[in-house]
């Protein structure tokens, strides 16, 4: 129970950092962007509680989070117009900019293991993020093709 | 209540981000960086230990609340894809296909580089997948985590979470501006199953291509969906037992010819 509320604390914290940046770095009135990530958090809720029911703990929070916010923007839901509205106030790079801020002041602490691997896994881990994008972006690009979508 | 009371790291938190998003994007030659680029670099320089600005257990906390904001990046762009729910529909078929680029992609291009550089089986934990939180469990009950599988699927972890982001988006930036692929091919490339790649990824695209971007984000997204739902599933039956055959496979014509350099 404890734990289920400090995470909609801090869900509802770093709303607010969120609707900072955007409101700084993309001129979106404070207010606005507020209102914004209020309906992003309220999603966020939903999702993080349902992946806390017995039967739907076996897959990831960030799932159920995603199927919730696919639902209720999508046509079937009543409220899908004012959802997409209101959420278009704040944009996506400022929603990213606090999660790689986050990332990046917990980076300390893996340091030293990376110290002690070897300098092989550089060259070995680029090409294995590269890999993943590069034949995935050519496989849909040759099947995006076929299917007349592009 | 104890991470919702670090001040310090919300605070340091506020003052990165204010500032990265106060300098805006930048771009250099053809690539563009992002404010998400500076404030992890920025955020990296104050959390090194030298500095003593954060202690270890900041760190864990800020690592804590960084799973926290993914929720809501993930809920942003998932807003995005409901009302573009008939243009994924009818790209059903590049989303399902473009998933076997993603899962053999990594073993592809990773596995014979770290068998060339000289790895042993680390390179099988190393190169099945792009070595996010799912993926060291399924290696660690495989294999468990002190064996070298373990210990390669481990290091890739360390690397994905030290410089996976940027990586990415410098390589979507660069690719993206060659103009080669069309940007919903690149927009399901940047779905990699990994919350923090993907956007980093994903902006340098939408950037490029604005008045695209609502469905740039959207097939992203359901790639990404699709990536995490599947992926599980696909790194047990597939990925593993397939980087492990392929390492067995390339070893062999390895010791062949170390063998036949002896002899001869």
């Known amino acids: 129970m404890k734990h289920i509320l400090e995470t909609i604390f801090l869900l509802i914290l770093v709303a607010i950092i969120m609707a900072a940046g955007n409101t700084v770095g993309y001129n979106i009135n404070f207010l606005a962007s507020l209102e914004a990530m209020g309906v992003l958090v309220i999603i966020s809720i939903i999702g993080f509680l349902i992946s806390k029911l017995p039967l739907f703990k076996k897959l990831p929070v960030i799932l159920w989070v995603s199927v919730v916010a696919a639902f209720v923007s999508s046509p079937i839901s009543p409220l899908n117009e004012e959802i997409v509205r209101i959420t278009e106030q704040v944009t996506l790079l400022a929603v990213c900019t606090p999660v790689l801020a986050y990332a990046g002041l917990s980076i300390g602490k893996d340091l030293a293991l990376f110290k002690r ?18 034949f995935a972006a050519l496989v849909a690009q040759m099947t995006l093709h076929w299917e007349g979508v592009i | 209540m104890e991470i919702l009371k670090d001040y310090r790291v919300h ?14 994007s930048q771009t ?18 104050i959390s090194l230990p030298k500095l003593k600005i954060l202690t270890e257990k900041n760190m864990h906390h800020a690592s804590s609340i960084m799973l926290i904001t993914l929720m809501l990046l993930i809920a942003k762009l998932g807003v995005g894809i409901g009302p573009k729910i008939n243009e994924i529909l009818h790209a059903k078929m590049a989303l399902i296909f473009q998933e076997v680029g993603h899962f053999a992609g990594t073993i592809l291009l990773g596995l014979p580089l770290a068998m060339m550089l000289g790895m042993g089986r680390e390179a099988v934990g190393a190169a099945y997948s792009v070595a996010r939180e799912p993926n060291i469990a399924i290696v660690a009950d495989k ?25 990415m988006s410098i390589l979507a930036s660069f690719i993206a501006k060659l103009d080669i692929i069309h940007p919903y091919a690149l927009a399901m490339g940047a779905g990699v199953g990994s919350g923090s790649m993907m956007a ?10 604005p008045a695209m971007a609502g469905d740039i984000n959207a097939y992203a997204t359901a790639a990404n969906l699709i990536s995490s739902i599947l992926g599980i599933y696909i790194y047990i039956f597939f990925s593993l037992p397939f980087a492990s055959f392929l390492y067995n496979f390339l070893a ?4 062949k010819k170390i063998i036949s350099a002896e002899v001869y």
């Open chain 2, 143 to 167: 294999y468990g985590l002190d064996s070298p599988e373990g210990r390669g699927v481990m290091s890739m972890y360390v690397c994905g979470t030290l410089y996976g982001a940027i990586w």
């Open chain 1, 117 to 134: 691997i070897s300098w092989r896994i550089i060259p070995v881990s680029l090409a294995v993020f590269s890999g993943t994008f590069i």
């Open chain 2, 28 to 45: 250099i030659w053809i690539i563009t960086v992002y404010p998400m680029l500076y404030a992890m670099i920025i955020g990296g320089i």
């Open chain 2, 200 to 209: 980093a990824s994903l902006a340098p695209i939408s950037a490029l291509y």
């Open chain 2, 252 to 255: 062999r014509f390895k010791r």
């Open chain 2, 11 to 24: 605070l340091l938190a506020l003052l990165v981000v204010l500032l990265c998003e106060f300098i805006g």
